[in-house]
């Protein structure tokens, strides 16, 4: 089944989940500037203040956040940890744990992202359009899927819920690299 959207669809990526966050807005009105999240008792400590979420809006089109300590390539040889700069709202939501840092974003700009950081700047047009629509397919069926109503088949007592092996609860798709293929 298609799904129709009013306007511009958003994709929600996780970025990183820690019992710790540290981030930056850059912009975002009176929030702008450094701050550290932490998780006590299953909920984020922020300002001096207990939440189960928080949601950071950008008031401009050049605001960005930077999120501190995000791993790159987990369980790759070059894995590492990195600070990198987004666009759109960041989303701290609390779960197992953790504080998980989501960024909400269009999928058009989000699709920008990924196809200039796969893609040579000197590969073909043709090529750099055929990527960015394999790529939007991918995406809106990952944003689509989660709405699939034969997900679950029940035997008795018992049932069976199939998922994708990308399928998140809390995001639509992530920044690791299992997202990625």
Not at 45 to 69: I, N, V, W
Request: aromatic fraction near 8%; proline fraction near 3%.
């Amino acid at each position: 089944m298609i799904k129709k959207y009013e306007g511009t669809p958003l994709v929600s990526v996780g970025i990183v989940g820690a019992e710790s966050i540290t981030f930056t807005l850059n912009g975002y009105g009176a929030s702008s500037g450094a701050h550290t999240a932490t998780i006590r008792n299953g909920l984020i400590q922020y300002d001096g203040k207990a939440h189960m979420r928080l949601c950071f809006k950008p008031q401009s089109p050049t605001d960005s956040f930077s999120l501190e300590d995000v791993v790159i390539g987990v369980n790759f040889h070059w894995q590492r940890l990195e600070t990198q700069t987004f666009r759109g709202s960041l989303r701290l939501l609390a779960d197992g744990g953790k504080i998980w840092a989501i960024n909400d974003l269009p999928v058009e700009d989000y699709l920008e992202s990924v196809i200039s950081s796969e893609m040579s700047a000197q590969s073909s047009l043709p090529l750099l359009m055929a990527h960015a629509v394999i790529s939007r397919s991918w995406l809106m069926s990952q944003i689509d899927g989660k709405s699939s109503p034969n997900t679950q088949e029940t035997h008795g007592d018992a049932f069976i819920r199939w998922y994708d092996h990308t399928d998140h609860t809390l995001f639509d798709v992530c920044a690791d690299d299992h997202c990625q293929r």
